[in-house]
């Protein structure tokens, strides 16, 4: 059975970071690209950053560009969101994913496993 737990969330101020951790029990994420989402109330759950299997491919929601770094260490099945210069509308519980594909899919309809979520708060 394929686990995804999400830690780190939190309440931050508005200019603050946060450090989100994945970790992935069940199987090994080697050959795997994996992706953070994002759910605010009221709101689709949308897309914020994927990583390719290798960790040299990555890709960003447009308003987390220069903010947000999505990384791996496929040695401890782990992947990592550092969320910096955070604004109130990053307000939303952050989801992990897990795609069986190597390459990056933006598609959340594509990603087979999820996490349950850590809650992110930005106060301004």
């Known amino acids: 059975q394929v686990q995804l737990v999400e830690i780190g969330g939190g309440l931050v101020q508005a200019g603050g970071s946060l450090r989100l951790s994945c970790g992935v029990s069940?199987?090994?994420?080697?050959?795997?690209?994996m992706g953070w989402f994002r759910q605010a109330p009221g709101k689709e759950r949308e897309f914020v950053a994927a990583i390719d299997w290798s960790g040299h491919t990555t890709s960003y929601l447009d308003s987390v560009k220069g903010r947000f770094t999505i990384s791996r260490d496929n040695a401890k099945n782990m992947v990592y969101l550092q969320m910096n210069s955070l604004k109130p509308e990053d307000t939303a519980n952050y989801y992990c994913a897990f795609h069986y594909s190597r390459e990056i899919t933006l598609n959340k309809t594509e990603y087979q496993y999820w996490g349950q979520g850590t809650q992110v708060t930005v106060s301004s």
């Open positions: 069940g199987r090994t994420i080697y050959s795997n690209a």
